[in-house]
Each structure stands twice: as structure tokens, then as C-alpha cells.
């Protein structure tokens, strides 16, 4: 079946250091969207890629969506300590199905 | 005004009881879901419904049964609760998935099992 596959599953980090968490689908993807989850929260949505090669930027935050539109990226640049959480990625093939990928767990060491 | 909202957001509760977990959304969604978070964080689906009638049911052990009142209420009926339920339930909706899929959740559901 579909897969979503995300990595890495955790990340230390010292503040101010950059930050990237990967996402690779087994199949092509209509679109892909990024959520963040604080600890003790519930998932948000953050930003929606549909667009072969796609890149958006949110302040610090910036998301890619590769040209075969199966992988995708989420890089934060200087992390703060308000940058913690989970980052999820979700596939979407244009079914009724959203598959999550498992996670990026980051901590930001002040 | 909260868009998705579920009660209750803890419970604990014994093996073998039967607990229920209510949400609703105001968001108009035509769709709505059920996901289980394990301690790992991993987001796995449940249930999705579509305007009342069920489109996904994930390999989830039939003690679970998702109702759906309406297209604004997605209510999940746990019986004979085990020490593995324990995890966090998330309700969530979204509009038509083929029109993009941004998904609302609600703020989860902790339910431990003892």
C-alpha cells in the first residue's frame, strides 16, 4: 500500500541552528501538506504543495516539493526554542486518504 | 469558536468498560475522521466519513464504532476497553479530499486504559 515515509524519526538541536526533516512517498502525490504538532497539542496545518518543484517560504520556514512530486522537505533556518514539536508530513493521492508520514520530533536546545 | 471540538478531552477508565468520545465541527466539512496517536506520535487513521457514509475503515478491531448523526458530528464508541487503546484519539475534518486536503483537528481525546 502507500507509503509516506519521513525522516529523521528525532532531531537535537542547539538554537539557532538549522533544521530539515524529509519526506519520500511510494507513489506520486497530488499534494503534500506539512503540519506541526507542540508537544501536548494537536496536529496544524502549516502549508499545502501541489505544483511539480513547488517551493514556498513561511518566514523562517521553507517547503519544497520535488519534480516527480514524491518527495518533500521542510527546512526552519535558525531554529528557536518555539520551533519544538512534531512536524508531519501528509500525502495526498487525490483520494479520500491523507497518509501521514511518522514524524520529525525536534528539540531546541536554548 | 472552536472548529472541531471533542468531549471529553481526558478519560481513564478500567479494562472492559465501553467509553464513548463525541465531536463535532463548524466548519461545514463535508468529511470527518477518526485518528489514533500511539506514545510514538504516530498519526494513524481510523475512520473517515463523507457526508454520513463511511469511505475509510483502516484494519481497526470492530470494538471501535464510529456514528455519524450528521455530516457535523463523528462520534467514536469504544466496548470492552484494553490497556492497548490507551493513546490519544484525534477527530479531524476537512472539505471534499479531491479539492485539497487541509485537514482541521481537533485537540484530542487522551483516553488511558488501567
Known amino acids: 500500500g502507500q507509503q509516506v515515509m519521513q525522516i529523521p524519526q528525532y532531531q537535537h538541536v542547539q538554537e539557532g541552528e538549522d533544521f530539515t526533516t524529509y519526506c519520500n512517498s511510494s507513489?506520486?502525490?497530488?499534494?503534500i501538506q506539512w503540519y506541526k504538532q507542540r508537544p501536548g497539542g494537536h496536529p496544524v496545518f502549516l502549508i499545502q504543495l501541489v505544483k511539480s518543484g513547488e517551493v514556498k517560504k513561511q518566514k523562517r520556514l521553507t517547503f519544497q516539493f520535488g519534480e516527480a512530486k514524491k518527495n518533500s522537505s521542510l527546512h526552519i533556518t535558525a531554529t528557536q526554542t518555539t520551533d519544538v514539536g512534531t512536524y508531519f508530513c501528509?500525502?495526498?493521492?487525490?483520494?479520500?486518504?491523507?497518509?501521514f508520514g511518522a514524524g520529525t520530533r525536534l528539540f531546541v536546545k536554548a | 469558536d472552536t472548529a472541531v471540538s471533542q468531549t471529553p478531552k481526558y478519560l481513564v477508565t478500567q479494562m472492559g468498560n465501553d467509553k464513548s468520545i463525541k465531536c463535532e465541527q463548524n466548519?461545514?466539512?463535508?468529511?470527518m475522521y477518526w485518528y489514533k496517536q500511539d506514545s510514538k506520535k504516530f498519526l494513524k487513521i481510523m475512520f473517515s466519513y463523507n457526508n454520513k457514509e463511511l469511505i475509510i475503515n483502516e484494519t481497526v478491531p470492530n470494538r471501535f464504532s464510529p456514528k455519524s448523526p450528521d455530516k457535523a458530528h463523528l462520534n467514536l464508541h469504544i466496548n470492552s476497553l484494553e490497556l492497548g487503546d490507551s493513546a490519544v484519539y484525534f477527530c479531524?475534518?476537512?472539505?471534499?479530499?479531491?479539492?485539497?486536503?487541509?485537514?482541521?483537528f481537533g485537540e484530542g481525546s487522551w483516553l488511558t486504559v488501567v
Open positions: 507513489t506520486t502525490l497530488s499534494n
Open positions: 501528509a500525502g495526498d493521492t487525490g483520494g479520500f486518504k491523507t497518509i
Open positions: 466548519l461545514g466539512h463535508d468529511t
Open positions: 479531524a475534518s476537512s472539505r471534499q479530499p479531491q479539492k485539497g486536503n487541509t485537514i482541521y
